[in-house]
Protein backbone atom coordinates (compact mmCIF):
# COMPACT_ATOMS: atom_id res chain seq x y z
CA UNK A 1 0.00 0.00 0.00
CA UNK A 2 3.02 2.34 0.56
CA UNK A 3 4.33 1.87 -2.80
CA UNK A 4 1.02 2.95 -4.32
CA UNK A 5 0.60 5.55 -2.09
CA UNK A 6 4.15 7.16 -3.38
CA UNK A 7 3.20 6.69 -7.05
CA UNK A 8 -0.40 8.49 -6.67
CA UNK A 9 1.51 11.56 -4.59
CA UNK A 10 4.58 11.51 -7.46
CA UNK A 11 1.16 11.89 -10.05
CA UNK A 12 -0.27 14.35 -7.68
CA UNK A 13 3.43 16.25 -7.41
CA UNK A 14 3.35 16.78 -11.41
CA UNK A 15 -0.04 17.70 -11.50
CA UNK A 16 0.13 20.44 -9.15
CA UNK A 17 3.12 22.05 -10.29
CA UNK A 18 0.93 21.94 -14.47
CA UNK A 19 -2.08 23.59 -12.32
CA UNK A 20 -0.03 26.27 -10.30
CA UNK A 21 1.63 27.16 -13.53
CA UNK A 22 -1.56 28.00 -15.18
CA UNK A 23 -3.33 29.37 -12.42
CA UNK A 24 -0.51 31.85 -11.74
CA UNK A 25 -0.43 33.05 -15.68
CA UNK A 26 -3.65 33.49 -15.16
CA UNK A 27 -4.13 35.37 -12.02
CA UNK A 28 -1.21 37.53 -12.47
CA UNK A 29 -2.21 38.88 -15.73
CA UNK A 30 -5.39 40.02 -13.84
CA UNK A 31 -3.64 41.52 -11.19
CA UNK A 32 -1.12 43.04 -13.45
CA UNK A 33 -4.21 44.49 -15.31
CA UNK A 34 -5.73 45.78 -12.12
CA UNK A 35 -2.42 47.37 -11.15
CA UNK A 36 -2.21 45.81 -8.01
CA UNK A 37 -0.32 42.79 -6.66
CA UNK A 38 -3.02 40.59 -5.16
CA UNK A 39 -6.71 40.06 -6.02
CA UNK A 40 -9.92 41.03 -4.44
CA UNK A 41 -13.09 38.32 -3.87
CA UNK A 42 -14.65 39.70 -6.76
CA UNK A 43 -11.54 38.92 -8.78
CA UNK A 44 -11.10 35.80 -7.48
CA UNK A 45 -15.14 35.20 -8.91
CA UNK A 46 -13.85 36.95 -11.97
CA UNK A 47 -11.14 34.31 -12.99
CA UNK A 48 -14.48 31.56 -13.29
CA UNK A 49 -14.61 32.98 -16.69
CA UNK A 50 -10.76 32.74 -17.65
CA UNK A 51 -10.22 29.21 -19.52
CA UNK A 52 -6.71 29.05 -18.17
CA UNK A 53 -7.54 29.62 -14.74
CA UNK A 54 -10.63 26.96 -14.52
CA UNK A 55 -7.96 24.40 -17.06
CA UNK A 56 -5.68 25.24 -14.02
CA UNK A 57 -7.81 24.92 -11.06
CA UNK A 58 -9.10 21.18 -12.48
CA UNK A 59 -5.69 19.90 -12.74
CA UNK A 60 -4.89 21.16 -8.91
CA UNK A 61 -8.33 19.61 -7.74
CA UNK A 62 -7.41 16.28 -9.54
CA UNK A 63 -4.07 16.72 -8.17
CA UNK A 64 -5.71 17.11 -4.47
CA UNK A 65 -8.01 14.24 -5.36
CA UNK A 66 -4.71 11.82 -5.90
CA UNK A 67 -2.80 13.04 -2.52
CA UNK A 68 -6.49 12.43 -0.63
CA UNK A 69 -5.93 9.31 -2.11
CA UNK A 70 -2.65 8.61 -1.30
CA UNK A 71 -3.16 9.63 2.32
CA UNK A 72 -5.84 6.93 2.97
CA UNK A 73 -3.39 4.23 1.87
CA UNK A 74 -0.53 5.63 4.17
CA UNK A 75 0.46 7.78 7.11
CA UNK A 76 0.64 11.60 6.62
CA UNK A 77 4.66 11.96 7.32
CA UNK A 78 5.42 9.30 4.24
CA UNK A 79 2.80 11.32 1.91
CA UNK A 80 2.84 14.90 2.25
CA UNK A 81 6.65 15.33 2.27
CA UNK A 82 6.48 13.88 -1.58
CA UNK A 83 4.65 16.46 -3.22
CA UNK A 84 8.45 18.61 -2.94
CA UNK A 85 8.74 17.01 -6.38
CA UNK A 86 6.05 19.69 -7.85
CA UNK A 87 8.98 22.32 -6.80
CA UNK A 88 11.06 21.54 -9.22
CA UNK A 89 8.54 20.55 -11.94
CA UNK A 90 7.45 24.16 -11.52
CA UNK A 91 10.63 26.23 -11.56
CA UNK A 92 11.76 24.47 -15.15
CA UNK A 93 8.44 25.15 -16.38
CA UNK A 94 8.28 28.59 -15.24
CA UNK A 95 10.97 29.16 -16.23
CA UNK A 96 11.10 27.96 -20.24
CA UNK A 97 7.70 30.04 -20.08
CA UNK A 98 8.83 32.98 -18.73
CA UNK A 99 12.31 32.80 -20.10
CA UNK A 100 13.54 33.66 -16.63
CA UNK A 101 16.63 31.94 -16.04
CA UNK A 102 17.04 30.65 -12.40
CA UNK A 103 19.97 31.99 -10.54
CA UNK A 104 22.60 29.82 -8.93
CA UNK A 105 21.17 31.12 -5.74
CA UNK A 106 17.63 30.03 -6.47
CA UNK A 107 18.96 26.68 -7.89
CA UNK A 108 20.67 26.27 -4.36
CA UNK A 109 17.54 27.48 -2.44
CA UNK A 110 15.49 24.97 -4.21
CA UNK A 111 17.76 22.10 -4.03
CA UNK A 112 17.91 22.76 -0.29
CA UNK A 113 14.05 22.51 -0.07
CA UNK A 114 14.18 19.41 -2.23
CA UNK A 115 16.78 17.91 -0.42
CA UNK A 116 15.26 18.40 2.82
CA UNK A 117 11.94 16.87 2.04
CA UNK A 118 13.35 13.88 0.29
CA UNK A 119 15.66 12.99 3.09
CA UNK A 120 12.29 13.18 5.04
CA UNK A 121 10.80 10.56 3.39
CA UNK A 122 13.19 7.79 2.95
CA UNK A 123 13.55 8.15 6.95
CA UNK A 124 9.20 8.20 7.42
CA UNK A 125 9.22 5.06 5.11
CA UNK A 126 11.22 3.32 7.51
CA UNK A 127 9.43 4.09 10.75
CA UNK A 128 6.02 5.50 9.61
CA UNK A 129 3.14 4.13 11.41
CA UNK A 130 -0.58 4.08 11.41
CA UNK A 131 -2.80 4.16 14.94
CA UNK A 132 -6.10 4.91 14.98
CA UNK A 133 -7.46 8.28 15.24
CA UNK A 134 -9.25 8.72 18.49
CA UNK A 135 -11.84 11.58 19.68
CA UNK A 136 -9.15 13.19 22.18
CA UNK A 137 -6.60 13.81 19.61
CA UNK A 138 -9.49 14.69 17.00
CA UNK A 139 -10.46 17.25 19.31
CA UNK A 140 -7.11 18.44 19.79
CA UNK A 141 -6.52 19.03 16.20
CA UNK A 142 -9.67 20.69 15.83
CA UNK A 143 -9.02 23.31 18.60
CA UNK A 144 -5.83 24.21 16.59
CA UNK A 145 -7.76 24.58 13.22
CA UNK A 146 -10.25 26.73 14.94
CA UNK A 147 -7.49 29.00 16.54
CA UNK A 148 -5.97 29.42 12.83
CA UNK A 149 -8.89 29.76 10.69
CA UNK A 150 -9.79 32.76 12.87
CA UNK A 151 -6.01 34.15 12.51
CA UNK A 152 -6.43 33.94 8.63
CA UNK A 153 -10.13 35.09 8.67
CA UNK A 154 -9.11 38.23 10.38
CA UNK A 155 -6.51 38.39 7.31
CA UNK A 156 -9.32 37.50 5.12
CA UNK A 157 -11.36 40.56 5.89
CA UNK A 158 -8.68 43.15 6.85
CA UNK A 159 -7.75 42.72 2.75
CA UNK A 160 -4.83 41.53 1.05
CA UNK A 161 -3.03 45.02 0.32
CA UNK A 162 -2.25 45.00 3.98
CA UNK A 163 -0.01 41.96 3.84
CA UNK A 164 2.96 40.58 1.84
CA UNK A 165 3.58 37.53 -0.47
CA UNK A 166 5.21 35.82 2.19
CA UNK A 167 2.22 35.87 4.58
CA UNK A 168 0.14 34.39 2.13
CA UNK A 169 2.11 31.78 1.02
CA UNK A 170 2.64 30.55 4.78
CA UNK A 171 -1.05 31.05 5.23
CA UNK A 172 -1.95 28.85 2.17
CA UNK A 173 0.66 25.82 3.32
CA UNK A 174 -0.53 26.03 7.12
CA UNK A 175 -4.36 26.33 6.00
CA UNK A 176 -3.58 23.27 3.08
CA UNK A 177 -1.67 21.23 6.36
CA UNK A 178 -5.00 21.45 8.12
CA UNK A 179 -7.01 20.39 5.40
CA UNK A 180 -4.56 17.44 4.52
CA UNK A 181 -5.16 16.19 8.17
CA UNK A 182 -8.94 16.76 8.41
CA UNK A 183 -9.69 14.89 5.38
CA UNK A 184 -7.70 11.82 6.04
CA UNK A 185 -9.33 12.03 9.65
CA UNK A 186 -12.73 12.66 8.12
CA UNK A 187 -12.54 9.66 5.64
CA UNK A 188 -10.42 7.61 8.26
CA UNK A 189 -13.65 7.79 10.32
CA UNK A 190 -16.54 7.55 8.25
CA UNK A 191 -14.77 4.37 6.60
CA UNK A 192 -13.68 3.03 10.30
CA UNK A 193 -17.01 3.66 12.62
CA UNK A 194 -19.91 2.82 9.95
CA UNK A 195 -20.40 6.48 9.10
CA UNK A 196 -21.38 6.23 5.65
CA UNK A 197 -23.95 3.54 6.21
CA UNK A 198 -25.52 5.73 9.19
CA UNK A 199 -25.60 8.44 6.98
CA UNK A 200 -27.55 6.59 3.99
CA UNK A 201 -29.94 5.40 6.93
CA UNK A 202 -30.13 8.75 8.56
CA UNK A 203 -29.37 7.74 11.78
CA UNK A 204 -27.14 10.08 12.98
CA UNK A 205 -24.89 9.39 16.58
CA UNK A 206 -24.28 12.62 18.27
CA UNK A 207 -21.54 11.58 20.28
CA UNK A 208 -19.28 10.21 17.19
CA UNK A 209 -20.88 12.05 14.48
CA UNK A 210 -20.87 15.27 15.68
CA UNK A 211 -16.80 15.29 15.93
CA UNK A 212 -16.95 14.08 12.15
CA UNK A 213 -19.66 16.41 10.84
CA UNK A 214 -17.49 19.32 12.87
CA UNK A 215 -14.02 18.34 11.46
CA UNK A 216 -15.72 18.59 7.95
CA UNK A 217 -16.92 21.99 8.12
CA UNK A 218 -13.37 23.01 9.50
CA UNK A 219 -12.01 21.42 6.58
CA UNK A 220 -13.93 22.92 3.93
CA UNK A 221 -13.40 26.64 5.86
CA UNK A 222 -9.96 25.91 5.86
CA UNK A 223 -9.83 25.17 2.16
CA UNK A 224 -12.08 28.01 1.22
CA UNK A 225 -9.32 30.31 3.06
CA UNK A 226 -6.48 28.37 1.70
CA UNK A 227 -7.84 29.08 -1.92
CA UNK A 228 -7.81 32.74 -1.33
CA UNK A 229 -4.48 32.82 -0.41
CA UNK A 230 -3.07 30.92 -2.50
CA UNK A 231 -4.72 32.50 -5.25
CA UNK A 232 -3.24 36.08 -3.78
CA UNK A 233 0.18 34.36 -3.66
CA UNK A 234 0.09 33.72 -7.13
CA UNK A 235 -0.41 37.34 -7.42
CA UNK A 236 1.93 37.98 -5.78
CA UNK A 237 5.06 36.34 -6.94
CA UNK A 238 6.06 33.59 -9.24
CA UNK A 239 4.56 29.96 -9.45
CA UNK A 240 7.92 27.85 -7.83
CA UNK A 241 7.79 30.28 -4.78
CA UNK A 242 4.08 29.50 -4.26
CA UNK A 243 4.85 26.00 -4.63
CA UNK A 244 7.52 26.36 -2.80
CA UNK A 245 5.36 27.43 0.27
CA UNK A 246 3.52 24.93 -0.08
CA UNK A 247 5.40 21.78 -0.62
CA UNK A 248 7.31 22.94 2.23
CA UNK A 249 4.86 24.26 4.83
CA UNK A 250 2.14 22.04 4.46
CA UNK A 251 3.86 18.94 4.82
CA UNK A 252 5.69 20.29 8.05
CA UNK A 253 2.18 21.03 9.47
CA UNK A 254 0.48 18.17 8.61
CA UNK A 255 3.58 15.89 9.53
CA UNK A 256 3.98 17.81 12.91
CA UNK A 257 0.36 16.71 13.38
CA UNK A 258 1.03 13.32 12.45
CA UNK A 259 4.07 12.52 15.13
CA UNK A 260 3.14 14.76 17.44
CA UNK A 261 -0.72 14.28 17.79
CA UNK A 262 -1.58 10.98 15.56
CA UNK A 263 1.65 9.03 16.91
CA UNK A 264 2.81 8.31 13.54
CA UNK A 265 6.64 8.00 14.24
CA UNK A 266 6.02 6.56 17.56
CA UNK A 267 8.29 3.60 16.87
CA UNK A 268 11.38 6.65 15.07
CA UNK A 269 14.59 6.22 17.50
CA UNK A 270 15.98 9.63 18.31
CA UNK A 271 18.68 9.58 15.24
CA UNK A 272 15.53 9.42 13.08
CA UNK A 273 13.30 12.10 15.15
CA UNK A 274 16.78 14.43 14.86
CA UNK A 275 16.88 13.69 11.28
CA UNK A 276 12.91 14.57 10.56
CA UNK A 277 14.26 18.20 12.67
CA UNK A 278 17.09 18.70 10.92
CA UNK A 279 15.77 18.08 7.09
CA UNK A 280 12.62 19.96 8.02
CA UNK A 281 14.49 22.70 9.61
CA UNK A 282 16.41 22.33 6.02
CA UNK A 283 13.59 22.81 3.67
CA UNK A 284 11.83 25.90 5.96
CA UNK A 285 15.40 27.29 5.24
CA UNK A 286 15.08 27.10 1.65
CA UNK A 287 11.65 28.48 1.09
CA UNK A 288 13.40 31.91 2.77
CA UNK A 289 16.06 32.04 0.73
CA UNK A 290 13.67 31.52 -2.27
CA UNK A 291 11.72 34.11 -1.09
CA UNK A 292 14.99 36.47 -0.93
CA UNK A 293 16.89 35.48 -4.11
CA UNK A 294 14.37 34.24 -6.64
CA UNK A 295 15.25 36.82 -10.18
CA UNK A 296 11.55 37.46 -10.26
CA UNK A 297 10.96 38.55 -6.93
CA UNK A 298 14.32 40.51 -7.49
CA UNK A 299 13.30 42.32 -10.63
CA UNK A 300 10.21 43.36 -8.97
CA UNK A 301 11.51 44.82 -6.12
CA UNK A 302 13.82 46.95 -7.99
CA UNK A 303 11.04 47.93 -10.11
Known amino acids: MK ?8 ISA ?3 AIGAQMQN ?8 LSGRSHVSFRQLLDLLKHPRWVTGLTISAFALILQFTALLLAPLILVQPIGAIALVITSVLNSRITKTKLNSASIFAIALCTAGLGAFVLMAHQVAVEPEIDDGNLMLILAMAVLLIAIF ?3 F ?21 FVATLTKVVVKRLFNQDGFNRIVSGSFEWETDSLTLFALLSMLAAAFLGGWFVQNAYASGPP ?25 AMNAPMPIMMGF ?19 QVSTSRAS
Open 3 to 10: IIAIGLAL
Open 14 to 16: VAL
Open 25 to 32: DAVGKKAA
Open 153 to 155: SYI
Open 157 to 177: FSGASRFKPLTFIIGAGVLYG
Open 240 to 264: DLVVAGLTVIDPLIAVSIGVVILNE
Open 277 to 295: LGSGAMSVMGVYLLSKVHP
